[in-house]
């Protein structure tokens, strides 16, 4: 038997082992949330040497099989030039598609259609595209405003907000600033959106518009035909979201004024938009989806400020929502999250591991089934501070590749007591062709670890903790408990349970399975369950 076909159909064989009821991640009620995956695989799929640098923030194209992302250090050097490379999604392929001397000291941000064929970035002066045809520049400008770009997924049109007036660098456009675009054929360059649209879908005169339209975040999106564009902008006394055609009409206000508007996404149909700024007088971002032609938003979450660089995806149908780098998967109709990373303590988390808390400049396929991220980004003065590393997810892949896999897990009792009034006992059996580098337990409450319910714990395969006899690949942690590390009024309810396990190839790089077994419920009548 092929160790595919094994492994394929050991997955299938213990997933069909777990006895607990799977709950979704953002309810406490345990109720089956049909289309939550339980098993996801990670996979490094670089491995540059060290002192390679940032590879900055790549993308993932709509149809799953091709990343592109930078090595650009914004040198201005013609000797360091900002480099654009594509890569397919199993590491393989990996092509220089174009490079350039910089016209600022700036690194580049970069985009790709949904069939990863076509691929446009700029440096904040020049719009370039990398396709069939080769490389080329589609536009320069007299100075360094552009802040974001997007090609739509039909690889027709490339969107790019220009943050403060400018011209093209020969002086022959002027180019105020607003959201512009341009045909991928280095044609018909128009403004689609400028500051009197702004103040006219706000009711406000243009002079209350200020200097700059907006120049940070992800304040830019368009849909796969370019028939609908989101953006951010600034004008009174805050920043706004907005949503228009992809021809600028029919502009209309999405959401409430913000303090910050950080970032903003529209579904590959063009029906959805989201968004993710800071209120007026809040202290938290709001998260929040509507629809694109304007109403009223539905808020999923509200959360601390997190990273107003890291990407912000819609999926095709608007059905999720990736928010990075806290590596959530909204359900956007019920606001039930999963939690995509989950690191295991001392396999080196963000530092080191494929396995990491959150997932690091995520994007995602147009169903939201593979990701691709950057790992051991952390940086720090006594940290390992290993080079970055692109890294990808996979929801419920029937193949696991070098995956560890993990199969015979259980978790007894199911209930435990409030504040240490009882334990349950965790088990998961691990195969592996590579070094096992750590095998962990983690409670998840509401699409975030639980700190209450043994945060953090390892499973062992050493004799100790519970485990029975060391080495036969058997992992167990007798020492799952209930403490009060974050106090709530009512800490009772099921958790959802996952396992994970993460191991280094031969060849260096790293691999990791995480399995979400069932729900352990804490309840505070459960000692001597």
Known sequence: MSRFFARSIGVLVGLALLALPLAS???RNGALAQDVPQLLVYHQITNYPDATGSLGYPVLSGDGTTG??????????????NRIFTIKADGSGMTEVDSY??????????????????????????VRIADGSGARELLRLASGEITSLVITGNS??????????????DNAILLPRGIWAIDADGENLRQVIDASDVAGALSLPVDQTGCCFH??????????????????AFAGTGEHFFSADGNGGNIVKLGGDMQYAMRVAISGDGA?????????????????????????????????????????QLSQTGARLLISSNGLLVDTATGDSVLLGVSINGVGGNHEAVLTDGLPRGTMDANAQTFLYVMRTVRCADCPNRQEQLATLALDPI????????????IEPPTIALDHGSEATVVATVDADGQVLGVGFAAMLDGAVDPNVSAGLLLFDDGTNGDSTAGDGIYTNSAITHAFVVARDDDTGPRVVRIAAEVEGADGRRHATAVDIG???????????
């Open 399 to 410: 193949d696991l590749g070098d995956a560890p896999f993990i199969t015979d897990t259980s």
């Open 68 to 81: 592109v992302f930078t090595n650009a250090p914004g040198s201005g050097d013609p000797a360091t030039p």
């Open 215 to 232: 120049g940070d975040g992800h304040p830019l999106d368009a849909s796969d035909d370019g028939s609908r564009i989101v953006f951010a």
């Open 519 to 529: 729900t352990l419920v804490v309840d505070d009548g459960a000692a001597g369950v």
């Open 272 to 312: 959805l938009a989201a968004y993710d700024g800071t209120p007026s007088g809040a202290t938290l971002n709001e998260v929040a989806v509507l629809p694109a032609g304007g109403g009223t938003p539905h808020v999923l979450t509200t959360m601390p400020y997190s990273g107003f660089d890291e990407p912000f």
């Open 156 to 169: 027709q049109t490339v969107y790019f907000l220009v943050r403060r007036d400018t011209s093209t660098s």
């Open 101 to 126: 001397t910089t016209l600022c000291y700036c690194s580049s941000l970069v985009d790709i259609s949904n069939d990863g064929s076509v691929v446009v970035s700029t440096e904040g002066v020049q």
């Open 25 to 27: 991640p953002g309810s």
